[in-house]
């Protein structure tokens, strides 16, 4: 019974406190932070996910674990109640100027989690707050870096740097910062207007760039194709040289073994019976042939004394050929040779 009363008593009285006292954590900006603060009924049900800060007369005494805890009543009071979630806060958006002097309006997402309940909560008066305007401070100091262009190209870079300074400096708070996103990035109208021309003859350049090497490229296949055409022309005409060469060698050399085996046959015709007879013929059959090509082939003429004494030129050229004949044994060759000339002589 008396524990009964004291109960009752303790509850009105807390319910009293939590009515006079300022809730610092209860305000709109901080409802993501702490739900409701939770009045000490002795017996309470801590949520999942959720860790809930306990002072004892006024001073930190412990954090509540998800599940069933007890409280003394009066003595404690649950002061604080933070969320162990990942938290997404909006960064307003700011202006800042880059290092070539144009100004933006930078907007970004911020996430972040609470690792340590106790300094989250002694740390720093209102976290939501700091971290937004750290965010904030940290990204105008980095676009302060950078030119404007390269904080078009280099935007993944620009966050990991704000997630790096904003946790050097909420590691007392309790906070990690996790990821940190720039959502839109404005420019001037007429800074626009001059990333728009740009824009538009670096597309002239490349089309310049790309006609050239292209022009490039055809003046080069031309050139390979001529080249190729002259070094076939040059293959072809070698080889066609070498085969004429190689036809008028075999020429040459097949006249040479007609004329070979045309003095072979006469030599042995001239061996056998009746020899004289047949030279005596063909010098005669000669000497006939070479008046009948005078002044036909040129117009100086030089004739013998006895022109009409054919039998006397046969017996000239047969006495040569005997003469010959004794000296050895190539004598019919050197009668067939010297009756050849004096045909020869004849005609001219």
Known sequence: MMLRTLCRTGGALLQQTQRAAPRLWVTPAQQRWASSLPMNTVVLFVPQQEAWVVERMGRFHRILEPGLNFLIPILDRVRYVQSLKEIVIDVPEQSAVSLDNVTLQIDGVLYLRILDPFKASYGVEEPEYAVTQLAQTTMRSELGKLTLDKVFRERESLNSNIVHSINQASDEWGIRCLRYEIKDIHV????????????EAERKKRATVLDSEGMREAAINVAEG?????????????????????????????????????????????TQQNGDAAASLSVAEQYVSAFSKLAKESNTILLPSNTGDMSGMITQAMTIYSTMAKKGPNVPEAAQLKSEDHANQSSQ
């Open 188 to 199: 001037p109208p007429r800074v626009k207007e001059s990333m728009q021309m740009q824009v």
């Open 226 to 270: 001529q080249k190729r055409a002259q070094i076939l022309a040059s293959e072809g005409e070698k080889a066609e040289q070498i085969n004429k060469a190689a036809g008028e060698a075999q020429a040459v050399l097949a006249r040479a073994e007609a004329k070979a085996k045309a003095i072979c046959m006469l030599s042995e015709a001239l």
